[in-house]
Each structure stands twice: as structure tokens, then as C-alpha cells.
């Protein structure tokens, strides 16, 4: 069984404001991969990142950064310097890599950031 | 070139009727899968198929029935419409039997029964 819980439903931000985005999953499994997309008010799922469970390291892209913590099962996602084009529904997703999990993804319930002017 | 496309992007119906939506994928992936998104945005698997074989049926209505006529397509036909399938429908294609979990949605298809 897998698990994914975002427990902020919705953050308001002023511009230029830094915002984390908290993500806590649970599996079985010890090989998976866990990801952040993006859902602008215009629909499309957009990718941002996939981490598999051997790479801990955090992952910085531009004013986007991920700390992936195995211990607290937790992979929190940081958006510095806030900008109103940040505005979307954020998800946090898993999937494991066992052979029984058939490439079943797993979404959390989505984090509402609204960056406001 | 888009990778997954879904048709139609919007579709509007009575209750009671049947339509379908269609899925293609042109990333030569072995796995497709039909995703559903409610009011609340939660996003929710529904079914999977590898290669044209149904390994992923979750709770879902009988009035849903997936059909993959290869491993490109996936087909979601939904009878005896409700207002309560009202939703965002995306597909999704990824191969997962080579190790590869990266997955490409398509744009979805907003399903509004009235």
C-alpha cells in the first residue's frame, strides 16, 4: 500500500515571499520514486521532478528546491522568491518500483498556492 | 509532435448518455493509464494497461470500460451517464517494465454531464 498526504490544502503568499510546500508519503516498498508536478488554472499536469529513493540529495533549480528526507519520509518542496506565475495546485506523488505496483502512481491531494501581488 | 493526446478536450452531455474518450501516445511506452480528477482536484487512478493487457482496475462504476485496441491507445467509454462523472479525465502513458517512471499526461478532457 502506498500513501501520499499534503496536509496544507491551500497557502496564500504576497510576492517575494519564500513558500514550502510539505509532502509525507508511506510505502512498503524500499525502491521508489516520488515526483512534484504542477497545475496552473489552465489544467495541464506539468512535471517538475522525480527522485528515486536511493538519492537523497536535495535539488535546486532555479527558484525551485527539494528536500528529500528519508527518515521523516518527507519530500518537501521550496519555492524562493515567490511569483505570481507560481499561482497552481501543487501535487506530490509516488509510485513504487516493485514489480506489483504495475507503474501505479499515487497522488497527494494537492497543495493551492495562490501568490498574490 | 504531442506525445499524449486526448480527444475530446471538452466534452458536454445529458445524463444518460454514452461517449467516449480517446488516448493515443506516440513515446512507444508500454503502460497507459486513465486518471481521474474531481471537484476537490484529487487525482485518482482508475485503470492501467501494459501492452494491451488490463493489470490495474481500480473501484471504478461498471459503466466505465477501458479499451486499448493496442499498446498506443487507450479508449475510456463511459455508458449511462451521471452528474456525478463530471470531472477532468487524463491519460497517461509511462514504461515502467524498462525502469522508466517518468509519466506524460495529456492535457485532459473535462467531462461536464448536465
Known amino acids: 500500500a502506498q500513501k501520499v498526504t499534503q496536509a496544507q490544502t491551500e497557502i496564500s503568499v504576497v510576492e517575494k515571499e519564500d513558500v514550502t510546500l510539505d509532502c509525507v508519503y508511506e510505502?512498503?516498498?524500499?525502491?521508489?520514486?516520488l515526483f512534484w508536478y504542477k497545475q496552473p488554472p489552465s489544467g495541464e499536469l506539468v512535471f517538475l521532478i522525480r527522485?528515486?529513493?536511493?538519492?537523497?540529495q536535495n535539488e535546486i533549480s532555479g527558484r525551485y528546491s527539494w528536500n528529500f528526507q528519508k527518515s521523516t519520509s518527507s519530500f518537501n518542496f521550496t519555492i524562493t522568491a515567490s511569483q505570481v506565475v507560481d499561482s497552481a495546485v501543487y501535487f506530490c506523488?509516488?509510485?513504487?518500483?516493485?514489480?506489483?505496483?504495475?507503474?501505479?502512481?499515487?497522488f497527494g491531494q494537492g497543495t493551492i498556492l495562490t501568490v498574490h501581488p | 509532435d504531442t506525445a499524449v493526446s486526448q480527444t475530446p478536450k471538452y466534452l458536454v452531455t445529458q445524463m444518460g448518455n454514452d461517449k467516449s474518450i480517446k488516448c493515443e501516445q506516440n513515446?512507444?511506452?508500454?503502460?497507459m493509464y486513465w486518471y481521474k480528477q474531481d471537484s476537490k482536484k484529487f487525482l485518482k487512478i482508475m485503470f492501467s494497461?501494459?501492452?494491451?493487457?488490463?493489470?490495474i482496475n481500480e473501484t471504478v462504476p461498471n459503466r466505465f470500460s477501458p479499451k486499448s485496441p493496442d499498446k498506443a491507445h487507450l479508449n475510456l467509454h463511459i455508458n449511462s451517464l451521471e452528474l456525478g462523472d463530471s470531472a477532468v479525465y487524463f491519460c497517461?502513458?509511462?514504461?515502467?517494465?524498462?525502469?522508466?517512471?517518468?509519466?506524460?499526461f495529456g492535457s485532459g478532457t473535462r467531462l461536464t454531464v448536465v
Open positions: 513515446l512507444g511506452h508500454d503502460t
Open positions: 494497461y501494459n501492452n494491451k493487457e488490463l493489470i
Open positions: 510505502t512498503r516498498d524500499t525502491t521508489y520514486y
Open positions: 527522485r528515486n529513493s536511493f538519492d537523497e
Open positions: 506523488a509516488l509510485v513504487n518500483a516493485g514489480g506489483t505496483s504495475y507503474g501505479k502512481l499515487t
Open positions: 497517461a502513458s509511462s514504461h515502467p517494465g524498462q525502469g522508466n517512471y517518468g509519466y506524460t
